[in-house]
């Protein structure tokens, strides 16, 4: 059974097609890579996975179950086996990072403050992080503030992991070591994953399959090692960075 799963997944928002019947699947334990250009849904994609928005066609199941169809409290008890990754990270100011790392466990476990303190450390000592914990997120680097957003997102232990361009606005060797994190983490825990990316150093490296989304719609998901070789001109086009052919440049 595929741990996600879409068919015909289609929202409209003020009039305008978003998403387009979105199809496809990830089995357990399989990472994919979401490219495109900016603007063409795959963040919205994401946010309709977890139940934010609403499609007006289609379905969308995440570890067997139709997520536009649970009760809240039913989507409650799903959203708890899935950690989302922020594009620009999502830390609470106000927090301090041990805190931010726990926010969703205080919420949904029974764990004192003592056990609460101790998850927090080891979470962010396994996404690098070390002597952080009181600290507040604008003492952060760029690239500890997305580490400090995967120990979040990881502090459950979660079967389902969703990263919106964690590797945004960093250098070529942090997006490296962000990379190597994510690809840990996925097989340590043996977590189903989908990566929003643009880098296709970061896709090469973490993908079993990856789509390319165009104007909405999911064109064609490959294959790593396909998307490195196919001729289909979408992907050659997006691939080689190309300002001429079927994907428009300004929309």
Not at 36 to 58: A, H
Not at 71 to 81: G, N, T, Y
Not at 118 to 145: I, W, Y
């Amino acid at each position: 059974m595929a741990a996600i799963r879409t068919e015909g997944l289609t929202l409209i928002l003020g009039g305008k097609t978003i998403l387009d019947s979105i199809t496809f699947s990830v089995a357990a334990g399989e990472t994919l890579v979401l490219m495109g250009k900016n603007g063409c849904g795959k963040t919205m994609l994401l946010k309709t996975l977890v139940g934010l928005f609403t499609p007006q066609q289609g379905f969308a199941e995440i570890l067997g179950q139709n997520v536009h169809r649970l009760s809240p409290i039913a989507l409650d008890q799903l959203r708890r086996k899935i950690g989302y990754v922020f594009q620009k990270s999502g830390l609470f100011d106000s927090l301090p990072v041990w805190e931010n790392v726990v926010f969703a466990l205080r919420r949904f476990s029974d764990m004192d403050h003592h056990a609460l303190r101790h998850r927090a450390t080891e979470c962010l000592n396994r996404t690098g992080l070390k002597d952080v914990e009181d600290k507040f997120p604008s003492e952060l680097s760029g690239g500890m503030q997305k580490r400090a957003g995967i120990a979040r997102a990881i502090a459950m232990s979660p079967e389902i992991l969703l990263f919106d361009d964690p590797t945004a606005g960093l250098d070529p060797v942090l997006t490296d070591a962000i990379a190597e994190l994510i690809k840990e983490i996925t097989r340590t825990l043996g977590s189903t994953a989908i990566v929003v990316a643009h880098d296709f150093n970061l896709a090469y490296k973490l993908a079993d399959k990856i789509g390319l989304m165009v104007a909405g719609r999911l064109h064609t998901v490959l294959t790593k090692d396909e998307f490195r070789t196919t001729d289909d001109p979408y992907v050659v086009q997006f691939r080689e960075s190309k300002l001429t052919g079927p994907i428009p440049v300004i929309e």
